[in-house]
């Protein structure tokens, strides 16, 4: 975010610096979220002991914690375009809107892991526990960094450090968010979605 | 000037070679022994004839440009500005790519070779342990005579027939052994290679190890050298075995010998009261030994597997213990291989310190234990 | 003449204003100090990752040598590795590149300067962490490849600050080549298109793709290790249904593009020093372009290799034996260039042109064995043997080392202002040419005669002894060839500052237009590029009968008019030092658990970055 505040110079491209390596940076992180999902992928039904997925999962709940992280993108969208209208209140009020379904997001992802817990599973339970927890954990951090962005970025433009362009800003932390919810979509999808096979050994 | 200089470079090069294919070096991959390691020498040696070729064609080429184009003081001359050619840059990119696809053919051929398991090969298990080899002979004519007519079991020495085919299965193994600080045997990757007789395979635990085989025989009778190759901790350097490959006489009566129990020594010998240590059924502060812990010995109540099996330890065709960190027999005088009770010694004394890190705790024997003890392992044959 | 503004701010957020003197190396984000730094820090590291070959070759100068124990010597064969790879040869190029790129690209600096000083502060720390593992209880002892589970169940804490500090410097790694791939993407100067670009700066873009693309792969498992060896998870563990081959994947998925990322900066500076000394421009500049993209492409397909004696079957060794057959084929391309761009050249051996050539020649050699290692069953015999050492060795001693030491000699002047001496450079290449090659031939006897990697001492009875003290002996004939080079940078750099002139090689790119060393701005007035090769272009021109002659200065060359008006830089800012100080924090609170310490860390890296973004710029 080096040039956030700088005036809009000649580039090569024409594309700004800062957004382009908000892109490449996303590119990477890719590979890193697909790094953990294929783990999780292999590992699939290879624990040796219990508790399996289909002891602990609640598809029901889970739903709706990612629809609350899904409606998190609509109102990313909607502060971006109240950035560009120049209406900094609501702008401010949907980045808020956004933070806060993410803290729903987040705080459902540690009710869930505590209730995990109770039921014995745990980091070194087995393979499932390993790599679920690496895996959704993973995640997990990236929307708290995504939470504390949002609202540092609610600070700024309270301060108008913001003052030059401020849906620049805006539209950066709105890519990242809308990247962590892209691969919540995958994550959903093959941890949760995807029947799992049935534990190793069983017939 | 370029010309001489070239064949200065491949004198020494030629040199090299030579000396490279010593035949007296005990891993030398160049000597082979056996039809595995003979075909993977074979398949090489094609493409280093074209690998030397393309070396002094690309080198004397650096050096004949170098020397041909250099500048030459107090003549100025500015070279024509030449930007390539694509019919030269088509030629180097098809030619090394046609190059390269005839000697993979042979390659990729012998690499299915490999691949295949002769039904009618003598299967031998080969365990990998923190840092020694066992090896079980899991052929249901090589099982005991005694107890429960396990395999017959052997560690730091394989002891083949020569001429025969063997099909070898890689297991990794963690014993319940731990060294005097308390560190487990582990379970880790090590990998299975006698130069002489057969390329590496590693040996991998858990599920996907489960295929990993070498296919192989020994031309000749003779001892082969062989050592774990994949870096397995802090003694992978003392992680060797031997090959021992037999005639059908000393074969037939080596297994003849594996399948009955140990000799018991004779009462009141020294041997005796080794044993005692061994078992820990001495008298008090005289034969409260552990080792009945951890290791084996044929037709015993010794029958952990958690350390060297050493119902062989006192026969000559078992040359070397604790991952062939030591020699158990050694030339004497009179050129008659006699056992090497210093080495024995040391090793009872601290297992530590000459294998640091061994799994063996140090269990402050006496000196007279150890005399017992060193008495009774040399009258296992 | 033009004029450095920088505005004075007030408050606490005040940048910091000094660009001269001691205390402005911490607060820089200037490209060339960053360069610099980087420089020296992996040069450093390089003496130090040298000594640990030293102690190496000593250990194994005879048979059952008790100088170093198995313990003492896993450690440090292991830190020879991780230094050489992760904290000389990948920082030593980050030095070049970050020097380098913006002068060759016409730019004031890269494009996010605070960020380049971030990598750099998290790279040093990262890299100093890693080494104070010596101090705390031992370093790691699993080889730079750490195998799990050897990896996973080794005692002691080497392998978990191996973990940690290869994740704080692949973060270090991970900004940085974002950054430099956004600067030569988006800061070229007008008409500096993509093929007009040195080809030493898109090798440069090559290895920031796949620094981007690789890293994070490793990433994952060094999480994986971290959580294996920190949290009992089973990532790895075979008892549990874990997987070891998992990590070899994954870290040869990273592993060989990382090979690429140690040999490309080296053939981009073979491509810069020989057509300045071969006085023609590089032939086929296209295909040594396109060839090193495919390299980069091929790199991420052909990590099994690694792992041929594995047990993967004959179907994947198959396959990845075609795969590494292919991958020679771009790189003879680059080889055969090269030499045609000797040529009918005229060709000026002076140091750096040497070292190139040596370079080459070494790195064919490395090449070679390399292809033999793509005929699958002979590399069951080779593998984990010295024959690998001895042929990675040729390629990244022969290929990335010797690179390093020319590009020293050429870009010095540039860089110091300060020519270092021709006669002993020569002296010096000369040395370590013998001394490389004495160290490093024999080990293909080692290896073919059975001796095998990463054991800390070998029976007499191997009779490979001989070859093992040839091989001593080489390394202490580099060691004096390092001394040489040590002793040649301090006695010139002792020396005042001037050069009779600026342009000492008779260069062909746009870094030598500037002065040397370049003002902290670079460019007066941002050029404006018409061909490759633009520097050499507005040198000479072909007179009517077609023969390249000199212009004379001041003729077609680009005119300056330089109309005083300020130029905006980026201040000096502490804040990169700052937030840098928040990984080893997190890294020695996770290895002793110290929940504060993260905590602490990690409120480092968030105010930092806070204050980061809160900094005035300049343009305000």
Not at chain 1, 1 to 15: F, K, R
Not at chain 3, 190 to 198: E, H, I
Not at chain 3, 469 to 474: A, L, R
Request: proline residues 6%; negative net charge; contains cysteine.
């Amino acid at each position: 975010m080096s040039d956030i505040h700088a005036p809009i110079e000649y580039t090569s491209t024409g594309l700004r610096s800062t957004k382009l390596a908000m892109w490449l940076f996303l590119a990477s992180e890719c590979l890193l979220f697909g790094g953990l999902i294929t783990a999780y992928v292999l590992y699939r039904g290879q624990s040796t002991t219990g508790p399996y997925p289909q002891d602990v999962f609640d598809i029901g709940y889970t739903s709706v914690s990612s629809f609350v992280l899904l409606a998190s993108s609509l109102t990313m969208v909607l502060s971006h375009n109240a950035a560009l209208a120049r209406d900094y209140a609501r702008m401010r009020l949907w980045l808020l809107a956004t933070a806060m379904l993410g803290m729903c997001f987040v705080g459902g992802q540690v009710f869930e892991f505590t209730s995990f817990f109770r039921e014995g599973l745990t980091l070194h339970t087995n393979l499932f526990g390993s790599t679920f927890f690496v895996l959704t954990g993973f995640h997990g951090v990236h929307v708290t960094v995504g939470i504390l962005m949002l609202l540092i970025l609610i600070a700024f433009s309270f301060r108008g450090s913001l003052s030059d362009d401020p849906a620049f800003p805006v539209e950066m932390v709105g890519l990242y968010w809308h990247f962590v919810d892209i691969v919540w979509i995958v994550i959903f999808t093959v941890v949760y979605l995807i029947p799992a096979p049935p534990p190793h050994g069983a017939v | 000037m370029p010309s001489k200089l070239l064949w200065v470079v491949g004198a020494i090069l030629l040199t090299l070679l030579l000396v490279g294919c010593g035949k007296d070096l005990p891993q030398n991959t160049f000597n082979p022994a056996g039809p595995t390691a003979q075909s993977e020498k074979d398949v090489l040696i094609v493409p280093l004839i074209i690998a030397g070729i393309v070396f002094v064609g690309v080198e004397g080429g650096i050096l004949f440009l170098a020397l041909k184009f250099r500048h030459r003081k107090g003549k100025e001359r500015m070279p024509s500005q030449l930007h390539g050619n694509t019919r030269l840059e088509l030629g180097w990119t098809v030619a090394p790519a046609v190059l390269l696809a005839v000697v993979m053919v042979p390659a990729i051929s012998l690499i299915w070779k490999l691949a295949q398991r002769p039904p009618d090969a003598m299967q031998v298990t080969v365990q990998g342990y923190q840092w020694w080899w066992g090896f079980q002979y899991t052929d249901a004519d090589m099982a005991v005579d005694y107890g429960d007519h396990g395999p017959i079991t052997t560690a730091d020495v394989m002891v083949i027939p020569a001429g025969r085919t063997i099909d070898l299965s890689l297991r990794s193994e963690g014993g319940g052994a731990h060294s005097t600080d308390g560190t487990p045997d582990h379970q880790v990757i090590h990998s299975f290679w006698a130069p002489r007789l057969f390329g590496k395979q590693d040996v991998v635990p858990g599920a996907a190890g489960e295929g990993n085989h070498i296919v192989f025989s020994a031309w000749e009778p003779g001892i082969y050298w062989g050592q774990c190759a994949e870096f397995c901790g802090l003694e992978h350097a003392m992680m060797k075995f031997r090959i021992v490959a037999l005639n059908p006489t000393d074969w037939a009566n080596w297994v003849q010998a594996r399948k009955q129990p140990s000799s018991t020594p004779a009462p009141g010998s020294d041997a005796e009261k080794g044993m005692q240590i061994f078992f820990g059924t001495g008298q008090e502060g005289q034969g409260m030994g552990q080792c009945i812990a951890c290791h084996s010995i044929g037709g015993t109540s010794a029958v952990s597997t958690a350390a060297p099996n050493l119902s062989d330890f006192g026969n000559p065709s078992h040359p070397c213990f604790a991952g062939c960190d030591f020699d158990t027999f050694v030339p004497g005088p009179d050129g008659q291989l006699q056992p090497n009770y210093a080495a024995l010694q040391a090793w009872l004394e601290d297992p530590n310190a000459v294998k640091l890190g061994a799994k063996m705790p140090d269990y402050n024997l006496s000196q007279q234990q150890i005399q017992y003890l060193m008495a009774y392992l040399y009258s296992l044959s | 003449m033009a004029t450095i503004t920088l505005t004075p701010q007030k408050g606490i957020l005040r940048r910091p204003m000094a660009t001269t003197g001691f205390w402005s190396w911490f607060t820089t984000v200037d490209h060339k100090k960053i360069g610099i730094m980087y420089g020296l820090s992996s040069f450093l590291f390089f003496v130090l990752g040298g000594c640990e070959a030293l102690l190496i070759r000593s250990q194994l100068a005879k048979p059952s040598n008790t100088l170093l124990n198995a313990d003492q010597y896993n450690q440090i064969f292991t830190m020879h590795g991780v230094t050489m790879i992760f904290l000389f040869v990948m920082p030593m190029s980050a030095a070049f590149f970050n020097y380098l790129i913006p002068l060759m690209i016409g730019a004031r600096d890269v494009a996010f300067p605070r960020l380049n000083a971030l990598s750099f502060w998290v790279f040093l720390l990262g890299a100093l962490f890693l080494n104070s593992s010596w101090f705390l209880g031992g370093a790691p002892d699993g080889g730079w490849f750490a195998y799990a589970p050897n990896s996973t169940t080794d005692p002691g804490n080497g392998l978990t600050f191996y973990a940690l500090g290869l994740l704080i410097t692949g973060i270090a790694s991970t900004v940085g080549a974002i950054n430099l791939a956004v600067t030569v993407i988006n800061m070229r100067a007008p008409g500096m298109s993509l093929f007009r670009m040195p080809p030493f700066v898109w090798m440069g873009l090559v290895v920031q793709f796949l620094l981007a693309f690789s890293l994070p792969i490793i990433t994952v498992a060094l999480f994986q290790l971290l959580f294996d060896r920190r949290w009992d998870t089973a990532f790895f563990d075979p008892t549990r249904g874990g997987e070891p081959l998992l990590w070899q994947h994954m870290f040869w998925l990273f592993g060989h593009p990382e090979v690429y990322i140690l040999i490309l900066p080296a053939f981009g500076i073979f491509s810069e020093i020989l057509p300045v000394f071969a006085r023609k421009p590089l032939f086929g500049y296209q295909f040594v372009v396109f060839s090193g993209i495919a390299i980069g492409f091929i790199g991420f397909g052909v990590w099994a290799h690694h792992m041929f004696a594995a047990g993967l079957g004959p179907v994947a060794n198959t396959a990845f034996g075609i795969s590494t057959a292919i991958i020679a084929v771009p790189t003879g391309v680059k080889i055969f260039n090269w030499m045609g761009t000797l040529y009918g050249g005229d060709l000026h051996l002076d140091s750096p042109m040497l070292f190139a050539l040596g370079g080459i020649a070494m790195f064919v050699i490395g090449g070679l064995s390399g292809v033999t290692h793509s005929i699958v069953p002979s590399d069951y015999q080779q593998t984990d043997t010295y024959y690998i050492v001895a042929h990675f060795h040729y390629v990244l001693f022969g290929g990335a080392i010797f690179a390093i030491f020319g590009a020293a000699y050429y870009w010095w002047p540039k860089v110091f202002g300060r020519m270092l001496p021709e006669k002993w450079g020569k002296v010096q290449f000369w040395i370590l040419l013998i001394g490389f090659n004495l160290t490093f031939a024999p080990m293909h006897i080692l290896g073919l005669g059975g001796m095998i990697r990463r054991e800390y001492t070998y029976p007499a009875a191997l009779g490979l002894t001989v070859w093992n003290q040839v091989s001593s002996v080489g390394a202490f004939t580099i060691a004096l060839s390092v001394l040489l080079f040590i002793i040649m940078v301090i006695r010139t750099q002792l020396k005042p500052a001037g050069l009779e002139n600026e342009d000492p090689w008779d260069a062909r790119t746009l870094e030598w237009t500037t002065s040397c060393p370049p003002p902290v701005y670079n460019f007066e007035e941002i050029p404006t590029v018409h061909s490759l090769d633009e520097f050499w272009h507005r040198k000479y021109a072909e007179d009517e009968s077609g023969r390249l002659v000199r212009v004379p200065a001041g003729g077609s060359g680009e005119d300056h008019h330089s109309d005083g008006h300020p130029i905006h830089l980026p201040s000096p800012s502490f804040w990169p030092l700052v937030v840098s100080f928040g990984f080893p924090m997190l890294g020695y609170g996770v290895l002793y658990y110290a929940w504060w310490l993260v905590a602490a860390g990690a409120l480092v890296i968030v105010v930092g970055l806070t204050g980061w973004a809160l900094e005035p710029s300049v343009a305000e």
